[in-house]
């Protein structure tokens, strides 16, 4: 097993100053955007993901020493570590696990950051308990505590399991931040995938209030004459 030197180490020999730059731009890190001073050094997400499994982690608290690194890309890592780690884990451990993904919540800061670990890891474990829990996220000041809850259901949903995003959908249809308007939407759509009347039923309830940006995800894969009927309020 590895520790954390020893994975930033491997990170920086493929850091990319351009890429850099990019991604910075990207995720909206300047002043008063949603990202504001995050640090980035240039690492797609393939190559992380390949670093994670070649220097797998056995203990929290080198996977800690990563998720509360400044740079992003070691937050990230930090992540896809924690996924593997959490694969393989008993049931007391999984739920150590996800109290730490939860204490952490503040460095998961980012809507790829959430995205790529939220279903594997919170959508999993809740799955099969009391989703309380989820409630208190979606009702969060946080943001990201938000965009967790929402984006974890994709877990129950591909398991044709939709009480969890039809309710926090409704529930944030006057939220002013279009990243949870982005992740509902996502949701909805996958929703739709498994059971179209689904996405129907919502839609035929609330297209009309729905945030616009909600909206345009939620109805992406329809055709264009459904479409355009939930478009024209």
Do not use: C
């Not at 279903?119 to 996220?137: A, E, M, N, V, W």
């Amino acid at each position: 097993m590895y520790n954390a030197e020893t994975i930033k180490n491997e990170l920086n020999k493929i850091a990319d100053k351009e890429k850099a730059i990019h991604l910075s731009r990207f995720f909206k890190t300047g002043k008063g955007e949603y990202g504001e001073g995050d640090v980035f050094i240039g690492i797609q997400v393939p190559h992380q993901r390949k670093i994670a499994k070649q220097f797998p982690v056995a203990d929290l608290s080198e996977i800690e020493k990563l998720i509360d690194d400044p740079v992003h890309e070691f937050r990230l890592t930090a992540l896809l570590l924690l996924i593997e780690l959490y694969k393989k884990a008993g049931e007391e451990e999984q739920k150590n696990i996800v109290n730490f993904y939860l204490k952490k919540s503040s460095r998961i800061n980012n809507w790829d950051l959430v995205d790529l670990s939220a279903p594997q890891i919170i959508g999993h474990f809740y799955y099969s308990r009391k989703r309380d829990k989820l409630y208190q996220l979606v009702k969060s000041s946080s943001l990201w505590e938000q965009r967790i809850a929402v984006v974890s259901t994709y877990y129950f949903i591909k398991k044709s399991d939709f009480n969890e995003i039809l309710a926090f959908s409704e529930m944030l249809l006057e939220h002013k931040h279009d990243l949870i308007h982005k992740a509902s939407g996502w949701m909805l759509r996958e929703a739709g995938k498994m059971d179209l009347n689904v996405l129907r039923g919502f839609l035929d309830k609330h297209h009309k209030v729905m945030p616009r940006t909600m909206l345009r995800y939620s109805i992406e894969k329809l055709d264009k004459s459904e479409r355009l009927k939930y478009m024209l309020k």
